[in-house]
């Protein structure tokens, strides 16, 4: 807490007070916390203070986050939203899901950065907004990129390219769900031998795009056409609608390129990924088989570096657990 960029010593004292009451009852609201009235006014003092943010006060801790990364040999920032909302409001209504409190909904999108055996080396930014009034389909049809709730994923990644940037000997890989499969950011991570600051990324497809040099076919049609390179086992927890198990999945590379026709005045433009494919050999009876379809800029010649990139998007779990 000493490292959080505050104006003065008086607040930075306060914040190291308010975290300790706040973590050590995290489920109550924050005068129940803080015990006494006294600690709930200077609390809520120092929430209205215009001199303290949320980027001062992560600061402190972005930088031993740094200083933590700089040992290792490979780290995977992952990037996810999370929806945060008015507890009182959840309390009030009783029962019911957090999408349901529309007005009282705040989105959070921070990027954690891992190690390749999972540790969690610290949280190194994040975005922190509220949805406009306007449903979010005629949104999409009128504004450009930067506008849309996408952008954030472009942001993510070009933290990535800062951290990379800043720890060359470091591998920096980008993790996101199939929310971050956005054109433009395979655009932001091709590979120039001149500009070695690109951090790899790591991007489960959600869209079955079409495939330049497969005769047309879409992204999916290509790779279950491609040759098995191997197979490898992963053990699934139970969740909704998914029995607990070990899945052996079949793993499929291919390098694929995707189009994009000129719109709006951009100039028609194609990128080169990799795609990795794993899916379940012999589904059981009933279940949907497991399976991800990951792209990245990464390169995959041969079996154990697929297995690599299916193992480091099997870490972008731990942000769950996080938020
Ligand atoms: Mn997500």
């Known amino acids: 807490m000493d490292r959080a960029s505050l ?36 609390a809520y003092r120092l929430f209205d203070n215009d001199r303290v943010d949320a980027v001062d006060i992560l600061d402190g801790h972005s930088r031993a986050t740094l200083r933590r990364i700089a040992g290792e040999p490979v780290v995977l920032l992952v990037q996810d939203t999370t929806f945060l909302s008015d507890i009182r409001d959840l ?12 007005r009282a909904e705040y989105l959070l999108h921070p990027s954690v950065a891992f190690s390749e055996s999972r540790v969690n ?22 504004c450009p990129l930067e506008e849309k709730e996408s952008h954030r994923w472009l942001l993510g990644y070009d933290m990535a390219c800062a951290l990379q940037a800043l720890h060359p000997d470091t591998r920096v ?55 098995v390179l191997g197979q490898t086992r992963v053990s699934i927890t139970q969740r909704p609608g998914r029995r607990a198990r070990v899945a052996t999945l079949n793993v ?43 792209l990245t800029n990464l390169p995959v ?10 193992g480091w998007y099997q870490a972008r779990w731990e942000i769950e657990i996080y938020h």
């Open 7 to 42: 104006p003065d010593a008086r607040l930075k004292r306060r914040l190291s007070r308010v975290l300790e009451q706040l973590s050590a009852q995290p489920t109550e609201s924050i005068p129940a916390a803080s015990g006494t009235w006294a600690d709930t006014k200077a």
């Open 91 to 102: 309390q009030g209504r009783g029962v019911g899901t957090l999408r349901l409190t529309k």
């Open 121 to 142: 080396l610290g949280v190194l930014g994040h975005h922190f907004w509220q949805r406009p009034a306007e449903r979010a389909g005629r949104r999409r049809a009128v």
């Open 173 to 227: 890989v980008s993790v996101a769900d199939r929310e971050g499969d956005i054109y433009e950011g395979f655009l932001a991570g091709e590979f120039d031998e001149r500009v070695s600051d690109r951090a790899g990324y790591l991007i489960r497809a959600q869209h079955d795009r079409r495939v330049a040099q497969s005769a047309n076919r879409s992204l999916w049609e290509t790779l279950a056409q491609a040759p």
């Open 252 to 294: 499929r590379s291919r390098t694929v390129t995707f189009h994009r026709t000129r719109r709006r005045g951009r100039p028609a433009t194609s990128v080169t990924v990799t795609a990795v494919y794993a899916r379940e050999s012999q589904p059981l009876a009933g279940e949907t088989a497991l399976e991800w379809m990951l």
């Open 301 to 310: 010649d041969h079996f154990a570096a697929a297995q690599r990139l299916i």
